[in-house]
Structure formats: structure tokens, C-alpha cells
């Protein structure tokens, strides 16, 4: 396994209403499609790049007024990247009961800095690590090293690429066609 680019703080420069609160799951071998028909969304629309997610999701909550919550999911290699503006769905038991079948890597961060890291894989909850603490990720995950990123996004990012192989990057950020889907918030 490789850390990849260990520079991530593209993250933070290019998306800042991301880096406020958002949610990134790595989901293996379930296509992005499959994966909203498993999340009860109701079809939205096509878009392209991540800007356009969270222009989608930023006119849903003036719509609903936050009662429903956007999810956006784009087919890699293998692997579906969903991701969810101001959302948390990924890191939630439920969900990563119902969307994985072999490995889920999740992430997220709310308004008030508040992460949790997640990687289920083969029925087993690996590691679930809030605040991204690192002495969790150092027992789950022995030759990742996360002394090496002192911003708690971008040791997410490099550590789910460290896990997945997935290289989450700008140009997938931006390039990427992504299908849409709204739920309604949980109330639990």
C-alpha cells in the first residue's frame, strides 16, 4: 500500500465549502447507480465535477431547508466515489451495512472540525477512528504513517488512498461525471 501524493491541500485551496463539513466514501465493487438505489435516493441530476455537486447540494438546502441531504456518486476503476456536501451518511453503521460488499473507506468532517475515519472491509469493521486519532490508525493500519500530515483532511485523504489504491485528486474532482440522488436527513 502506498500513501500517494502526500500532498492533499489541494483539498482545503479548491473546495473550501467542502473542507467545512462533507463526507467521502470509497466504496469497492458497487457501482455508483446501485449505490443510490441502496441509499432510497431519489433520482437528481447528472453532473460534472465537484463544483457542480456542491452547487447542487447548496440549492437543495434552500429548497428543503436541510430536510433532505444530497449524495453524488461517480464509477472509478472498480471503485464509486460518493461524495456528500454538508453530509455524513457514509460514516454511519446503516449505510455501510447496505452499500458495502467488499471494502468501504469513509471519511468526514462537520462545521465544528469534528472527523471520523472509517474502513470496513470483508463484513469487518477495520477502524473507526474519531478525530482522526492517530494512535487508532497506527494500530489498524501499522505502515501508514500519519506523523506525516498534520491537517486532519489530508491524512484522511492520504490515508483512503493508502487503503483503496484510489488516487483522489483534482482532476478526478473535476473531470468526473457524477449521478445524483437526495434522501431525507435521519432523524436518529
Sequence with gaps: MDDHTPDHSWFRDLY???QDAYCLTLVEGVPARELLRR??????????????????????????G?????????DLDGWTLVIEPNGYLGVREESIA???????????????ANTSFCWHA????RLRARDMATDSITAAVPDFNP???ADKTE???ALSGHLTTVRINPELFETSLFVTGTVEEPRD
Aim: proline residues 3%; negative net charge; contains cysteine.
Design 16 to 18: 473550501p465549502s467542502l
Design 39 to 64: 441509499a432510497d435516493a431519489e433520482t437528481g441530476p447528472q453532473v460534472t465535477g465537484v463544483t457542480a455537486v456542491c452547487d447542487v447540494a447548496e440549492d437543495l438546502e434552500a429548497e428543503t
Design 66 to 74: 436541510g430536510e433532505r441531504m444530497l449524495i453524488a456518486a461517480t
Design 98 to 112: 447496505a452499500w458495502a460488499d467488499a471494502t468501504l473507506v469513509s471519511h468526514f468532517r462537520n462545521i465544528n
Design 122 to 125: 470483508d463484513g469487518t469493521t
Design 147 to 149: 506523523a506525516r500530515y
Design 155 to 157: 491524512m484522511a485523504l
